[in-house]
């Protein structure tokens, strides 16, 4: 985990310090030269690199948290995975969680819940702000495994 946020402190992003929202997500997009397309779609989201380029998909069915979960997820893969050369896709919640799909949980969470907000608020309070039990209960796992 110390590898990831080494490599996530680098973006000076202030993942982890501040909550993360829609306009954050948009600004590192244009930094980083992403296109988001947002469209009805039977997944809710994913990454992928075609010609050089790179792409999040996002299902225009999704709203609130949701969607900002799911484009920071999707960020985090294009941020934590991106492939030298070749194509590449990356599927939000398709099949079994594998090590780079809990790792763009644990960058969406963090963005989404930073540390400074899981320390002053309640579940109750969390669960009042529109984060799901799931959400929270992996972003409280993650601070208490690894002190994030």
Known sequence: MRLLTDKISL??????????????????????????????????????RLLGRDFIAIDSKLSGLQKLAVLFHELGHFLLHIP???????????GHPTRQEREADFFALCALMPRPLIENR???????????????????????????
């Open 11 to 48: 973006l000076c992003i202030d993942w982890n310090k501040r909550p993360l929202v829609e306009a954050d997500f948009y600004r590192l997009c244009r930094r980083f030269g992403l296109t988001v397309h947002d469209s009805p779609m039977g997944v809710e989201g994913f990454y992928y």
């Open 84 to 94: 030298r050369s070749g194509p590449a896709v990356n599927f939000h919640a398709v």
């Open 122 to 148: 309640s579940q109750t309070e969390l669960l009042h702000e529109g984060f799901s039990r799931e959400m929270i209960e992996t972003r409280l796992a993650i601070f208490e495994r690894h002190n994030i």
